[in-house]
Protein backbone atom coordinates (compact mmCIF):
# COMPACT_ATOMS: atom_id res chain seq x y z
CA UNK A 1 0.00 0.00 0.00
CA UNK A 2 2.48 2.61 -0.91
CA UNK A 3 1.17 6.29 -1.50
CA UNK A 4 -0.05 7.41 -4.90
CA UNK A 5 2.38 10.18 -6.67
CA UNK A 6 1.15 14.00 -6.91
CA UNK A 7 3.40 17.15 -7.51
CA UNK A 8 3.43 18.68 -4.22
CA UNK A 9 2.81 21.95 -5.87
CA UNK A 10 0.75 23.44 -8.60
CA UNK A 11 -0.48 27.36 -9.60
CA UNK A 12 -2.60 28.95 -12.10
CA UNK A 13 -4.00 32.76 -12.34
CA UNK A 14 -7.42 33.56 -12.02
CA UNK A 15 -9.89 31.89 -14.90
CA UNK A 16 -6.87 29.69 -15.88
CA UNK A 17 -6.85 25.81 -15.81
CA UNK A 18 -4.66 23.62 -13.39
CA UNK A 19 -4.08 19.66 -14.11
CA UNK A 20 -3.32 17.51 -11.12
CA UNK A 21 -1.83 14.24 -11.48
CA UNK A 22 -1.85 11.19 -9.44
CA UNK A 23 0.15 7.76 -10.23
CA UNK A 24 -0.54 4.46 -8.87
CA UNK A 25 0.10 1.16 -10.04
CA UNK A 26 -1.86 -1.91 -11.05
CA UNK A 27 -2.64 -2.92 -8.27
CA UNK A 28 -4.61 0.59 -7.47
CA UNK A 29 -5.38 3.66 -10.16
CA UNK A 30 -4.63 0.99 -12.75
CA UNK A 31 -6.51 -1.77 -11.95
CA UNK A 32 -10.06 0.15 -10.61
CA UNK A 33 -11.86 2.80 -11.95
CA UNK A 34 -12.23 3.97 -8.06
CA UNK A 35 -10.38 7.09 -7.79
CA UNK A 36 -11.57 9.98 -5.84
CA UNK A 37 -10.42 13.29 -5.12
CA UNK A 38 -10.46 15.62 -1.92
CA UNK A 39 -10.27 19.81 -1.66
CA UNK A 40 -9.18 20.28 1.92
CA UNK A 41 -8.71 23.92 3.31
CA UNK A 42 -6.21 24.67 6.06
CA UNK A 43 -8.18 23.63 9.23
CA UNK A 44 -10.41 22.03 7.56
CA UNK A 45 -11.71 18.47 6.99
CA UNK A 46 -11.33 16.91 3.28
CA UNK A 47 -14.41 17.51 0.53
CA UNK A 48 -15.80 14.88 -2.18
CA UNK A 49 -15.13 16.50 -5.38
CA UNK A 50 -14.71 13.54 -7.96
CA UNK A 51 -15.65 9.71 -6.81
CA UNK A 52 -15.24 6.61 -9.60
CA UNK A 53 -12.69 8.70 -11.59
CA UNK A 54 -15.15 11.21 -13.03
CA UNK A 55 -18.60 11.59 -11.16
CA UNK A 56 -19.20 14.69 -9.21
CA UNK A 57 -21.25 14.48 -6.20
CA UNK A 58 -24.11 17.32 -5.80
CA UNK A 59 -23.06 20.85 -5.29
CA UNK A 60 -19.36 20.09 -6.68
CA UNK A 61 -19.11 22.86 -9.67
CA UNK A 62 -18.55 21.73 -12.77
CA UNK A 63 -15.35 23.56 -13.04
CA UNK A 64 -13.65 20.42 -11.32
CA UNK A 65 -13.44 17.23 -13.46
CA UNK A 66 -11.64 14.16 -13.72
CA UNK A 67 -10.08 11.81 -15.70
CA UNK A 68 -7.95 8.38 -15.88
CA UNK A 69 -5.65 7.13 -18.38
CA UNK A 70 -3.59 3.94 -17.39
CA UNK A 71 -2.49 3.98 -13.84
CA UNK A 72 -2.48 8.11 -14.12
CA UNK A 73 -5.67 9.95 -12.60
CA UNK A 74 -5.57 13.56 -13.05
CA UNK A 75 -7.97 16.13 -11.60
CA UNK A 76 -8.57 19.35 -13.96
CA UNK A 77 -10.44 22.97 -12.12
CA UNK A 78 -11.28 25.10 -14.99
CA UNK A 79 -11.78 28.48 -14.08
CA UNK A 80 -9.82 28.91 -11.34
CA UNK A 81 -10.61 31.29 -8.11
CA UNK A 82 -8.94 32.63 -5.13
CA UNK A 83 -11.66 29.76 -2.87
CA UNK A 84 -9.95 27.24 -5.21
CA UNK A 85 -6.34 27.85 -3.13
CA UNK A 86 -6.24 24.57 -1.15
CA UNK A 87 -4.55 21.07 -0.83
CA UNK A 88 -5.90 18.72 -3.02
CA UNK A 89 -5.88 14.68 -2.20
CA UNK A 90 -6.39 11.52 -4.88
CA UNK A 91 -7.22 8.30 -3.12
CA UNK A 92 -8.28 5.23 -5.24
CA UNK A 93 -9.31 1.87 -4.16
CA UNK A 94 -6.52 -0.85 -3.91
CA UNK A 95 -7.87 -4.64 -3.40
CA UNK A 96 -8.76 -6.20 -0.44
CA UNK A 97 -11.16 -3.39 0.99
CA UNK A 98 -8.04 -1.22 1.24
CA UNK A 99 -7.36 2.61 0.36
CA UNK A 100 -4.34 4.81 -0.45
CA UNK A 101 -4.25 8.32 -0.51
CA UNK A 102 -1.68 10.30 -2.57
CA UNK A 103 1.19 13.20 -1.24
CA UNK A 104 -1.34 15.90 -1.76
CA UNK A 105 -0.83 18.93 -3.97
CA UNK A 106 -1.50 22.83 -2.71
CA UNK A 107 -2.44 24.60 -5.36
CA UNK A 108 -2.11 28.07 -5.71
CA UNK A 109 -3.82 30.72 -7.10
CA UNK A 110 -1.74 33.74 -8.26
CA UNK B 1 -28.48 14.82 7.05
CA UNK B 2 -25.73 13.08 7.51
CA UNK B 3 -22.99 14.22 10.36
CA UNK B 4 -20.26 12.33 11.56
CA UNK B 5 -18.08 13.43 15.06
CA UNK B 6 -14.81 12.21 16.36
CA UNK B 7 -14.24 12.20 20.31
CA UNK B 8 -11.31 10.95 22.64
CA UNK B 9 -8.90 12.66 24.17
CA UNK B 10 -6.00 15.65 23.31
CA UNK B 11 -3.49 14.11 24.62
CA UNK B 12 -1.91 10.39 24.95
CA UNK B 13 1.55 9.57 26.70
CA UNK B 14 3.53 6.99 24.66
CA UNK B 15 3.15 3.29 25.10
CA UNK B 16 -0.54 4.35 25.89
CA UNK B 17 -3.67 2.92 23.91
CA UNK B 18 -5.72 5.47 22.03
CA UNK B 19 -9.35 5.02 22.27
CA UNK B 20 -11.30 7.06 19.50
CA UNK B 21 -15.38 7.54 18.70
CA UNK B 22 -17.19 8.33 15.96
CA UNK B 23 -20.89 9.36 16.29
CA UNK B 24 -22.74 9.24 13.18
CA UNK B 25 -26.45 10.15 11.98
CA UNK B 26 -28.36 10.24 8.85
CA UNK B 27 -27.49 6.69 7.69
CA UNK B 28 -27.49 3.34 9.36
CA UNK B 29 -24.51 1.30 9.55
CA UNK B 30 -26.70 -1.88 9.31
CA UNK B 31 -27.48 -0.72 5.66
CA UNK B 32 -26.05 -2.98 3.04
CA UNK B 33 -22.83 -1.16 1.06
CA UNK B 34 -22.30 1.02 4.48
CA UNK B 35 -18.86 1.36 5.58
CA UNK B 36 -17.36 3.78 8.20
CA UNK B 37 -13.49 4.95 7.95
CA UNK B 38 -10.84 5.91 9.71
CA UNK B 39 -8.21 8.71 8.18
CA UNK B 40 -5.81 10.39 10.07
CA UNK B 41 -3.52 13.16 9.11
CA UNK B 42 -0.16 14.39 10.73
CA UNK B 43 0.31 17.96 11.11
CA UNK B 44 1.57 19.43 7.64
CA UNK B 45 1.01 16.29 6.03
CA UNK B 46 -1.01 13.97 4.21
CA UNK B 47 -3.62 11.71 4.33
CA UNK B 48 -3.23 8.18 5.69
CA UNK B 49 -5.98 5.50 5.50
CA UNK B 50 -6.54 3.44 8.64
CA UNK B 51 -9.28 1.26 8.99
CA UNK B 52 -12.69 0.43 8.06
CA UNK B 53 -15.74 -1.61 9.03
CA UNK B 54 -18.76 -2.35 6.71
CA UNK B 55 -22.14 -3.02 7.37
CA UNK B 56 -21.43 -6.70 7.71
CA UNK B 57 -19.26 -6.26 10.57
CA UNK B 58 -16.60 -7.00 8.55
CA UNK B 59 -13.35 -4.87 9.30
CA UNK B 60 -10.40 -4.05 7.43
CA UNK B 61 -6.62 -2.64 8.32
CA UNK B 62 -3.77 -0.89 6.56
CA UNK B 63 -1.36 -3.62 6.55
CA UNK B 64 1.31 -0.71 7.68
CA UNK B 65 -0.71 -0.57 11.01
CA UNK B 66 -2.41 -3.96 11.35
CA UNK B 67 -1.04 -4.95 14.75
CA UNK B 68 -1.60 -1.85 16.30
CA UNK B 69 -5.25 -1.49 15.19
CA UNK B 70 -8.56 -2.25 16.22
CA UNK B 71 -12.28 -0.98 14.55
CA UNK B 72 -15.65 -2.28 16.26
CA UNK B 73 -19.33 -0.29 15.90
CA UNK B 74 -22.05 -0.57 18.27
CA UNK B 75 -24.66 -0.35 15.62
CA UNK B 76 -27.99 0.68 18.16
CA UNK B 77 -25.71 3.62 19.68
CA UNK B 78 -24.68 5.15 15.92
CA UNK B 79 -20.67 4.60 16.67
CA UNK B 80 -17.42 3.42 15.20
CA UNK B 81 -15.03 2.65 17.72
CA UNK B 82 -10.92 2.75 16.62
CA UNK B 83 -8.36 1.84 19.19
CA UNK B 84 -4.57 2.49 18.72
CA UNK B 85 -1.81 0.52 20.85
CA UNK B 86 1.37 1.76 21.75
CA UNK B 87 1.13 5.20 20.78
CA UNK B 88 4.49 6.89 19.57
CA UNK B 89 4.88 10.51 18.82
CA UNK B 90 4.81 9.70 15.28
CA UNK B 91 1.14 9.07 15.89
CA UNK B 92 0.62 12.62 16.38
CA UNK B 93 -2.33 14.25 14.40
CA UNK B 94 -5.92 14.80 13.46
CA UNK B 95 -7.63 11.25 13.73
CA UNK B 96 -10.89 11.74 11.03
CA UNK B 97 -14.22 9.16 10.56
CA UNK B 98 -15.39 9.21 7.30
CA UNK B 99 -18.58 7.68 5.33
CA UNK B 100 -17.17 5.29 2.90
CA UNK B 101 -19.05 3.46 -0.05
CA UNK B 102 -17.88 0.14 -1.01
CA UNK B 103 -16.02 1.64 -3.87
CA UNK B 104 -13.67 3.40 -1.59
CA UNK B 105 -14.55 7.56 -1.53
CA UNK B 106 -15.56 9.14 1.42
CA UNK B 107 -18.21 11.59 1.10
CA UNK B 108 -18.94 12.53 4.65
CA UNK B 109 -16.27 13.52 6.82
CA UNK B 110 -16.68 14.70 10.67
CA UNK B 111 -14.19 17.37 11.78
CA UNK B 112 -11.32 15.37 13.06
CA UNK B 113 -9.91 14.94 16.25
CA UNK B 114 -6.39 16.38 16.90
CA UNK B 115 -4.52 13.96 19.23
CA UNK B 116 -1.01 14.49 20.50
CA UNK B 117 1.25 12.10 21.85
CA UNK B 118 3.82 13.46 24.54
CA UNK B 119 5.30 12.42 27.72
Known amino acids: QSALTQPPSASGSPGQSVTISCTGTSGDVGDYNYVSWYQQHPGKAPKLLIYEVTKRPSGVPDRFSGSKSGNTASLTVSGLRAEDEADYYC??????????FGGGTKVTVL | QVTLRETGPARVTPTQTLTLTCTFSGFSLNTPGMCVSWIRQPPGKALEWLAL???????YYTTSLKTRLTISKDTSKNQVVLTVTNMDPVDTGTYFCARMSVTGFFDYWGQGTLVTVSS
Open chain 1, 91 to 100: SSFAGRNSVV
Open chain 2, 53 to 59: IDWDGDF
